[in-house]
């Protein structure tokens, strides 16, 4: 699980018929140092989530990537590579990691 910040949503012209009618965000993962300095843009490169949740621009949310982002799907998996799990209403960083 990864904390993103939501930056944009994404429109298709082609979808698949599985995710047909889902809602897709423009996500830009945030490392550490993103985390620790919230005031600063977030330098990693976007990814395109997948989001039941309706976040809007600007939260921050949880997200899975690979194969864990299909698994809610199970046994009917989707091709889908990042879902949004959660919005995250606070978020809090205590210390450096080392």
Same mark, same amino acid.
């Given at each position: $699980?990864?904390?993103?910040? &939501?930056?944009?949503? #994404?429109?298709? +012209?082609?979808?698949?018929?599985? #995710? $047909? !009618?889902?809602?897709?965000?423009?996500? #830009?993962?945030?490392?550490?140092?993103?985390?620790?300095? =919230?005031?600063?843009?977030? %330098? +990693?490169?976007?990814?395109?989530?997948?989001?039941?949740? +309706? *976040? %809007?621009?600007?939260?921050? @949310? /949880?997200?899975?990537?690979?194969?864990? %982002? /299909? $698994?809610?799907?199970?046994?009917? =998996?989707?091709? @889908?590579? /990042?879902? !949004? %799990? /959660?919005? @995250?209403?606070? =978020?809090? &960083?205590?210390? *450096? =990691?080392?």
């Amino acid at each position: $699980m990864r904390i993103g910040k &939501v930056i944009g949503n #994404v429109t298709l +012209s082609r979808v698949h018929d599985s #995710v $047909m !009618g889902t809602q897709w965000k423009l996500v #830009v993962p945030m490392e550490l140092d993103d985390l620790q300095n =919230l005031d600063t843009e977030p %330098a +990693s490169e976007e990814l395109v989530v997948y989001d039941p949740l +309706s *976040a %809007a621009v600007g939260e921050w @949310i /949880a997200f899975s990537e690979g194969v864990e %982002a /299909a $698994m809610p799907f199970y046994p009917n =998996l989707k091709p @889908i590579d /990042a879902y !949004g %799990a /959660a919005i @995250i209403d606070e =978020l809090t &960083v205590e210390g *450096a =990691l080392t």
